[in-house]
């Protein structure tokens, strides 16, 4: 089954800085690689997720890359603000299949 | 918008008592999970459904059972609490389509 590792699973930077959150995943067949942001007391929530047959996926400040060969996914924020400020996710699943993993989480802070 | 809900926010139980968790959702999704949280674990699955009736072992299987009588409901089942089940409970729900839908949550704590 699949297998997925994000790191790191504290990170802090200053407001305006970028932020970068790595996974890796096992499982060559997966293709569909979501990032969930879990804000404090609150659900996990999607904010982007990309598809095997893409590279590369924006939106506004979040982009997330894929390098299918190396088998790793990233996800970039840049212009932090303090409100990006919580837990993120990532996951990996191949279509329509019901075992979607997650990483353990990344918990970020953006200090003002 | 798609709408998943958890019976409690918050539950206080003794060891050895029968928990019942529910999730509803009201997007007419096959498919239903129960996972756990844990500070440092992330995510874990418990059980998922694919449809009415239908139940598949997730990763941590043990000490829990689920029901699915009704498509927009799941209920997760402690047969008999015990403190190493205190955690936090995530529902979540999908369609066809890859995204997840998250519940609230229920944290519960086993004294």
């Known amino acids: 089954g699949e297998n997925v590792e994000q790191h790191p699973s504290t990170l802090s930077v200053q407001e305006g800085d970028s932020a970068v959150i790595k996974c890796t995943y096992s499982?060559?067949?997966?293709?569909?690689f979501p990032w969930y942001k879990q804000e404090l007391g609150k659900r996990p929530q999607l904010i982007i997720d990309i598809r095997s047959n893409v590279g590369e996926k924006k939106d506004q400040r979040i982009a997330v890359t894929l390098n299918k060969t190396a088998k790793h996914f990233s996800l970039h924020i840049t212009e932090t603000q303090p409100e990006d400020s919580a837990v993120y996710f990532c996951a990996a699943n191949w279509y329509n299949n019901n075992d979607m993993r997650f990483g353990a989480g990344t918990r970020l802070t953006v200090k003002p | 918008d798609v709408k998943v809900t958890q019976s409690s926010r918050y539950l206080v139980k003794r060891t050895g008592e029968k928990v019942f968790l529910e999730c509803v959702q009201d997007m007419d999704h096959e498919n239903m999970f129960w996972y756990r949280q844990d500070p440092g674990l992330g995510l874990r699955l418990i059980y998922f459904?694919?449809?009415?009736?239908?139940?598949e072992k997730g990763d941590i299987p043990e000490g829990y059972s689920v029901s699915r009588e009704k498509k927009e409901r799941f209920s997760l089942i402690l047969e008999s609490a015990s403190t190493n089940q205190t955690s936090m409970y995530l529902c979540?729900?999908?369609?066809?389509?890859?995204?997840?839908?998250f519940g609230p949550g229920t944290r519960l704590l086993v004294l």
């Open positions: 979540a729900s999908r369609g066809i389509q890859e995204t997840q839908y």
């Open positions: 499982d060559s067949a997966s293709n569909y």
């Open positions: 459904s694919y449809d009415v009736k239908m139940k």
